[in-house]
T-cell receptor, first 111, second 115 residues
Framework: RKEVEQDPGPFNVPEGATVAFNCTYS??????FFWYRQDCRKEPKLLMS???SGNEDGRFTAQLNRASQYISLLIRDSKLSDSATYLC????????????FGTGTRLTIIP | DVKVTQSSRYLVKRTGEKVFLECVQD?????MFWYRQDPGLGLRLIYF???????EKGDIPEGYSVSREKKERFSLILESASTNQTSMYLC??????????????FGSGTRLTVV
């Protein structure tokens, strides 16, 4: 079983729509959670950290469900510029800085 | 603006060559990491380092070694390059635990082709 699992997509979504991604992780002791965005042929960049209480940044909302061990990302009013691969990322051990990356979900926003 | 700089964007090497990939960060971060990224496999950790002269194996260290002689520099070495090491190599850094709520900062990557 993969440590961090994501639906690879692709998700093809019309501009203005709302899209949601889920990600599951296997280690119940995981401490920190992130969503990264990666554009084609570019490096991953931090989109947002995910906190237990859930957090929002503009059109983006991240939620964490520890009981079910999943993380979600919601994008509202999607823009063409949101087209990218979204990586779910987990820090499995507090005090150990290793991050484990999902393989990513590819999103394409269609005009 | 914080920065992680990788020395080469594209590299082509021959099978059996010794290859050095350099990474420098200017953020005074303690932690540095080398990943490779392949289609369908995502990012896989090769080696990481928590401090100068410190190194630890990641998930796929075979065929690689690393060097961290200075805090800002973390080098990845392919002792004898092989075609299955053709990949995108990404260096990253992060501050130590107490300040590590922002994840990693990545370099722009080195696309290595071994022929």
């Amino acid at each position: 079983r993969k440590e961090v699992e994501q639906d690879p997509g692709p998700f093809n979504v019309p501009e203005g729509a709302t899209v949601a991604f889920n990600c599951t992780y296997s280690n119940s002791a995981s401490q920190s959670f992130f969503w990264y965005r990666q554009d084609c042929r570019k490096e991953p960049k931090l989109l947002m950290s995910v906190y237990s209480s859930g957090n929002e940044d503009g059109r983006f909302t991240a939620q964490l469900n520890r009981a079910s061990q999943y993380i979600s990302l919601l994008i509202r009013d999607s823009k063409l510029s949101d087209s990218a691969t979204y990586l779910c990322v987990v820090n499995e051990n507090f005090g150990n800085e290793k991050l484990t990356f999902g393989t990513g979900t590819r999103l394409t926003i269609i005009p | 603006d914080v920065k992680v700089t990788q020395s080469s964007r594209y590299l082509v090497k021959r099978t059996g060559e010794k290859v050095f990939l350099e990474c420098v960060q200017d953020m005074d971060h303690e932690n540095m990491f080398w990943y490779r990224q392949d289609p369908g496999l995502g990012l896989r950790l090769i080696y990481f380092s928590y401090d100068v002269k410190m190194k630890e194996k990641g998930d796929i260290p075979e065929g690689y070694s690393v060097s961290r002689e200075k805090k800002e520099r973390f080098s990845l070495i392919l002792e004898s390059a092989s075609t299955n090491q053709t990949s995108m190599y990404l260096c990253a850094s992060s501050p130590m635990t107490e300040r590590s709520r922002d994840g990693y900062t990545f370099g722009s990557g080195t696309r290595l082709t071994v022929v």
